[in-house]
């Protein structure tokens, strides 16, 4: 797959490790793209989640929303969340996405990145919820942000990718297990973004 510059020179995309990581440039169009964008912002509950850190009570620096199956809640820094139901939109890019990765998911994660002060810090999504070695869908909207990943033991051993408006990652393997990742904060204006990550959660 190619990316393409300003200057209209196909530069290549970071070279991924396939067994980790697979980037798909473009699942939706652009109008498609900015069309969910502006939905979602205009139609889920956001919440900005209060996570306890080291016993400090911390607000997440973006907006968070929460949908799936009946029936699978999820239990982060000690809270539980039950799912909100699936919408017409939702469903939409699942099929898609679904197709794509030859996976079933229950239940996505939203985010919300209202500007370049929005951000998700250094991480994995190891919660016992997931199962060893969990599929991961995540499509992204709106503002180009950038995906950096590293190694648990060795943080020099890292990528770096541009998350694309209209374009899913799949994370697998031992990526959450050996791997963290973040979207770091930016010192450059950014716009909205919408990420969701689809997820198979077990009960
Ligand atoms: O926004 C992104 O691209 C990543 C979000 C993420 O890592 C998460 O929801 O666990
Ligand atoms: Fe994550």
Known sequence: MEQFNIFGNAAPVPK???ELMEY???IFNTDESYSFLKTFISSVPWQQQIISMYGKDVATPR?????????HSYTFSGTKFDPLPWTDELLQIKQRVEKISSVVFNTVLL???RNA?????????????????????????GQVRRFDVRNKTDHQHKYAID??????????????????HRVPKSTKT???????TFRIINK
Not at 63 to 71: E, S
Not at 163 to 180: A, I, P, R, T, Y
Not at 190 to 196: C, G, I, K
């Open 16 to 18: 991924l490790p396939p």
């Open 24 to 26: 798909f440039p473009g």
């Open 63 to 71: 907006l968070t929303a929460w949908y799936g199956d009946k029936g």
């Open 111 to 113: 985010n919300y990145y």
């Open 117 to 141: 002060n929005d951000s998700v810090a250094w991480h994995s999504d190891d919660e016992y919820e997931l199962g060893t070695d969990p599929v991961i869908a995540s499509v992204s909207f």
């Open 163 to 180: 998350l694309e408006n209209g374009s899913l990652l799949l994370m697998k393997g031992d990526m959450q297990h050996n791997w963290e």
């Open 190 to 196: 950014l716009a909205e973004r919408v990420n969701l």
